[in-house]
């Protein structure tokens, strides 16, 4: 068995991994790179095999960084299932299409530009795929609950277990079955925070021969719940009832929206701030994945249930508007003061949120309140590591508002966290893949493993193959 590494090996987005066996060969995720001048190329070359020769994916979750080239894969003749849990497959639902719309509209526009400046064009840019193509891969799903055993093939045996991550987020445990020995593989996926909001804890998982563990944050501490809530609970007050600005919220539409929304909730309900302003939702795929997340209420945890259900009681409180219509989103730009608007995308690197920062980024009385992992090259980067102007809509933006950035909510496992994941395992695997990290991340996390439990650790480079 040989198991390669497409993506997500020293970076954070691109997760796909490819398992070679004696009878088969198939993906877990199949995610698109994000951030960064490369991306747009790395996703167009991303598939150094025929699509056609995959006989099944199992997909950890739906954020795009491990679904996002499922409608690439499949346009390309990729005819299996992919297997993935109930949550996921509702998400990918939404998500994928709005990737495509994104897609052709990226291409259209750089299609316009181009003839802005030669009369005529040698080739059109494609989109990396259509929205056709996107509903096309959604066929291709095929759902299992948590816990439950899955064959994919007579010689493999799959279980999805609750990752902690967002909803319907799983890790993977994988038996492969080859003359006569059986190899146990397990792919952690994104691992949540303990104790992180609405969602459960990661799984315990204990034995393993091959593991692939993430490392988003190997390197660093997440601060704790309180000290988070009592920074969301400072920015809201500073923002809306002293300065008098906006607080804008950059966020990712599944599962770091609904997280800031059960918080100020939370925030409310304990009388940290007052019920006294507007919170517009300003993504129309936020509003689907809110609404997905209350249809499966038995998947929170309790004290997600609980506030879900305070909030249905008090009728209102807080005052959440969900922004669907474009007319509805530019309206916002009107309001000069006393709004939480929250927006994808939650790098800023596209949707309405680089409008709302457009108009409320060179205001001082206004704020900006970074909650989540900002990718190198992406526009959320620049602004939180000190760029004193940037780049919007061809319009250089002065950035004179406060920023706000609460590291607490990261649905990904911290160093602690992740360390205390892997404790569980009876004994050490016989190979330990740390992948998903930005280099120094991924590097500093291995030595950790390493100083900390006396683990065989590796960390792969993109196209890395090992034998199993």
Known sequence: ??????????????????????????????????GGRDATQKNQEAFDFDPRDIEFVLLTHAHIDHSGLL??????????????????????????????????????????ERRRFRRRLRYETAPLYTVAQAQASLRRLKTVDYGEDVRPQPSIRARFQDAGHILGSAIIELWVTEGGRTTKLVFSGDLGQPGHPIVKDPTPIDAADVLLVESTYGNRLHKGMGETLDELALAVNDTLHRKGGNLIIPSFAVGRTQDILYLLTALIHQGKIKDDFPIYVDSPMAVAATEIVLRHFELLDREGRQLVEWGQATRGRPR?????????????????????????????????????LRYNLGRPECSVLFTGFQAVGTLGRRIVEGAKVVRIFREEIPVRADLYTVGGLSAHADQAALIGWLKQFAAPPKQTFVIHGEEGAAMSFADKVRADLGWKVEVPVREAEYAI
């Open 71 to 112: 409608p690439r894969l499949v346009a390309q003749g990729f005819d299996g299932p992919i297997y993935t849990t109930h949550a996921t497959a509702e998400l990918l639902g939404v998500m994928l299409p709005d990737s495509a719309h994104i897609q052709e509209k990226e291409a259209e526009h750089m299609n316009l």
């Open 320 to 356: 959440i508007h969900f922004v669907q219509e474009v007319e509805e989103s530019i309206a916002l730009n009107d309001i000069r003061g006393g709004a939480v608007i929250i927006s994808a995308s939650g790098m800023c690197d596209a949707g309405r949120i680089k409008h709302h």
């Open 1 to 34: 068995m040989k198991l390669k590494f497409m993506g997500a090996a020293r970076e954070v987005t691109g997760s796909c991994y490819l398992v070679h066996t004696e009878g088969t060969r198939f993906l877990v995720d199949c995610g698109m790179f994000q």
